[in-house]
């Protein structure tokens, strides 16, 4: 069964020290979106993809974090400099279309982030 | 905004014990909603989901959820719970945009 792929899995960095985060939806889908999810909270997107074009990054904090899917493909997510309330778990989803009863997101396993 | 409220943080129940989670979302116009599910370890996968048609919505593992327009709920419900159904359960409403706006989560402990 196809999958979303993310890594690292775990990734442990100190404050302003520069991460990435690097996610491969499943194949043919053309929505990506990267969700941040906080100990104790539902998750919460951050940027959203439609091929190679943002879609949605009002929720995105320009100033350190950055995303991008140059070839509408995989993505990779940045943050530079990391802070310490930056520590959650990043997840990537895919989708096949963005408006139709196929609008099923399938979840990657994420990637926890640890700012000490 | 939209947004999605779930009432309960933490359930605990003995197996064979009915389930209802709570879900109540904020916007009044046609919404499509969602109930996914995160086991121990494992990824967030979709349960259910509601756009239109019947208001009982049949998922996966026995779960249904009711969309009642009238009160803004789509709650969670299970006749009989088992103790691999200990997870985290999340109710979502699809944005504007096509992304997924969440509840907090509800955390369900099953008692052998």
């Known amino acids: 069964e196809a999958e979303v792929a993310q890594s690292p899995r775990y990734k442990i960095t100190e404050k302003s020290q520069a991460v990435a985060f690097w996610c491969d939806p499943i194949s043919g889908h053309a929505t990506l979106y990267w969700y941040r999810q906080i100990l104790g909270q539902g998750p919460e997107l951050l940027v959203q993809f439609q091929d190679e074009s943002v879609v949605d990054d009002s929720q995105l904090p320009k100033d350190r974090f950055s995303a991008e899917r140059l070839k509408g493909v995989d993505s990779t997510l940045k943050i530079q400099p990391a802070e310490l309330g930056d520590s959650a778990m990043y997840l990537c989803?895919?989708?096949?279309?963005?408006?139709?009863?196929?609008?099923?997101?399938?979840f990657g396993p994420g990637t926890r982030l640890t700012v000490l | 905004a939209q947004s999605v409220s779930q009432h309960n943080h933490h359930v605990i129940l003995s197996e064979a014990a009915s389930l209802e989670l709570g879900c109540n979302y904020s916007y009044g116009g046609t919404v499509n909603l969602f109930w996914y599910v995160q086991y121990p370890g494992q990824h967030l996968q979709l349960l259910l989901k509601y756009f239109s048609g019947d208001p009982l919505v049949k998922g996966i593992k026995g779960f249904e959820a009711e969309f009642i327009k009238s009160k803004f709920s789509f709650n969670l419900r299970k006749p009989s719970v088992q103790w691999s159904d200990t997870a985290e359960y999340f109710c979502?409403?699809?944005?504007?945009?096509?992304?997924?706006?969440f509840g907090k989560g509800t955390k369900l402990s099953v008692k052998p």
């Open positions: 989803a895919s989708s096949l279309a963005r408006y139709s009863s196929y609008n099923e997101q399938f």
């Open positions: 979502a409403v699809r944005g504007s945009q096509g992304n997924l706006i």
